[in-house]
């Protein structure tokens, strides 16, 4: 019955996957994903998977890195996750403590996690020197017996709506709308999308992305907002990221973006969308509770700074 805490080896990606399908099942993993997290991670973000294994079974997981793409060095991240028949084991401080290990080695500073908004989970990080910063929600549509909103018979003059299959012999313009709308996106961590070559590497060529599912709005041709749509495959379908450049907010094409993606994701065969905000992100939670989303889960982003 003893725990130990390792890190991950590729024939692991199948139960990986099915350990984070059950404790974070708002969002979407594959085991073709897993591996490619591992094998195209950046040499700047220190990346290690580590697993925690008892008896031969995962029974959780912890993601550990250092965030290579923010302006302020030093920060890091790493969350620990625990089948939730295995909690209260000892199991997710196994997992934190090698984490923070890792990153300490690799010049880590700071350490942010996300925590449950429960009390166990809460408890867990005071416990360990995190203290409170910030809260996201998760929230889930019932795409299969939800009433989605139609598209608008005749678009906007100037307006026309793709995919962001549209613009896979291209997608510099898809990285240009990316890193503006990411750059003021609420976060503890900011993030300079700054790097075309990595952003393909790590953002455009995930395979979770499905491009024909990501909706892109245009104005006069050009990218005004979008939604990136990320999928299992199966039946999980998750908004990743929707984004209105500056100069087009407050017209509507963050909800056109989304109708379009959910509708198309429906047809598709998906019957759960999940998305997550954060819970400074007013304009964006008042979108999604319009289309019927409710929040599932709450989490809470803890910090606490390396001896």
């Known amino acids: 019955m003893t725990v130990i805490v390792r890190d991950f080896r590729p024939q692991d990606a199948e139960a990986v996957t099915r350990s984070r399908r059950e404790t974070v099942p708002f969002m979407a993993v594959t085991p073709r994903s897993v591996l490619f997290d591992i094998e195209t991670a950046n040499p700047a973000k220190k ?6 294994e008892k008896d031969g079974e995962i029974i959780g997981t912890v993601y550990a890195g250092i965030a290579y793409d923010s302006s302020e060095p030093g920060q890091a991240h790493a969350t620990p996750q625990v089948h939730p028949g295995h909690r209260g084991e000892g ?7 090698a984490a923070e290990e890792h ?9 942010y996690a996300w925590v449950m908004d429960e009390p166990r989970n809460l408890e ?5 020197g995190y203290r409170p910063t910030r809260t996201a929600h998760f929230q889930r549509l019932d795409l299969a017996g939800t009433t989605l909103p139609e598209l608008p018979g005749t678009l906007p003059p100037g307006v026309g709506l793709r995919t962001a299959a549209d613009y896979l012999a291209d997608p510099r313009p898809m990285f240009e709308a990316d890193a503006e709308a990411t750059s003021d996106e609420p976060s503890d961590i900011g993030t300079d999308l700054d790097d075309y070559e990595d952003w393909l590497g790590h953002t455009w060529n995930n395979p979770l992305l499905d491009h024909g599912l990501s909706s892109v709005v245009t104005v006069d041709g050009k990218v005004a907002a979008f939604t990136a749509a990320y999928t299992d495959g199966e039946t999980t379908y998750v908004s990743g990221m929707t984004g209105t450049l500056r100069d087009h907010r407050g017209r509507g094409l963050a909800k056109l973006a989304k109708t379009d993606s959910l509708r198309r994701a429906r047809a598709a065969g998906y019957t759960d969308a999940y998305t997550s905000n954060d819970g400074a992100n007013e304009p964006m939670l008042a979108i999604n509770k319009w289309f019927g989303y409710e929040i599932c889960a709450t989490e809470v982003r803890h910090v606490r700074t390396l001896a």
């Open 124 to 128: 867990f990080a005071a416990k360990r």
């Open 91 to 97: 199991t997710g401080g196994m997992l934190l403590r």
């Open 47 to 52: 990346f290690r998977l580590f697993v925690a």
């Open 103 to 111: 990153l300490a080695a690799e010049g880590a500073t700071t350490v």
